[in-house]
């Protein structure tokens, strides 16, 4: 670079700040070394330079917020975000699940106990329910397990299983819903006969 040529004013502040390009640095460093004038303008350049930097890091261009009182859009996901809102919704789908379930003809507790005796009589009644543990009275007291079946009216095999005896009868455990309708409770003996039938009933 001549003497005649200058370096522009910019050409100074970006090698004051170590951003002019690599093919120009030299030949501005060499017109440098000859001209007090763009030496003095360096200076300037520099000190400039330096001050914007310190300005801009204790004092940042502030940024411009919408004003208070604007309207915000509000989406339906910032709805969805609010507490309430969320337990509402939630209360809401949990009454629906209840209402589904609860709507059909039948409800099934979780379990229902009855204590039957040998048929005499009237069969007695229970609620629908998931499992129904029995109390076979007039059963043996001692020995076992006992082969136990449930039938309904037809006759058709509800529930197998076996159950011990115990100080006040056979205990038997159902682990079947039953709806409602009548059946019958039968315990067989070790060669396959009945030793004692009971009844009970489930109400609709």
Same mark, same amino acid.
């Given at each position: 670079m001549e003497q005649k040529f200058h370096g522009t004013d910019d050409q100074?502040? +970006?090698?004051?700040?170590?951003r002019l390009a690599s093919s120009d640095v030299e030949v501005l460093e060499e017109h440098l070394m000859i001209c007090v004038a763009c030496q003095e303008r360096l200076d300037g350049a520099a000190d400039f330079a330096l001050g914007m930097k310190e300005v801009l890091e204790t004092d940042p261009v502030p940024v411009e917020l919408p004003p +208070?009182?604007?309207p #915000?859009?509000?989406?339906?996901?910032?709805?969805?975000? #609010?507490?309430?809102?969320?337990?509402?919704?939630?209360f809401a789908a949990l009454i629906l699940v209840i209402g589904i379930l609860s709507n059909? #003809?039948?409800k099934?507790?979780?379990s229902a106990s009855l204590q039957l005796t040998a048929m005499r009589g009237e069969m007695p009644f229970t609620v629908p329910a998931r499992q129904f543990d029995l109390t076979l009275a007039d059963?043996?007291?001692e020995g076992g397990p006992f082969r136990i079946e449930v039938v309904n009216e037809m006759g058709v095999s509800m529930w197998r299983g076996l159950a011990p005896a115990g100080p006040d009868g056979v205990h038997v455990s159902v682990q079947q819903k039953l709806a409602p309708g009548g059946y019958f409770v039968r315990i067989y003996l070790a060669d396959g006969k009945v030793l004692h039938e009971y009844g009970f009933r489930v109400r609709a």
């Open positions: 100074l502040e +970006q090698y004051a700040l170590g +208070q009182d604007a #915000r859009r509000v989406s339906w996901f910032d709805w969805v975000r #609010r507490p309430a809102f969320s337990m509402a919704l939630g059909g #003809r039948t099934f507790v979780p059963a043996p007291r």
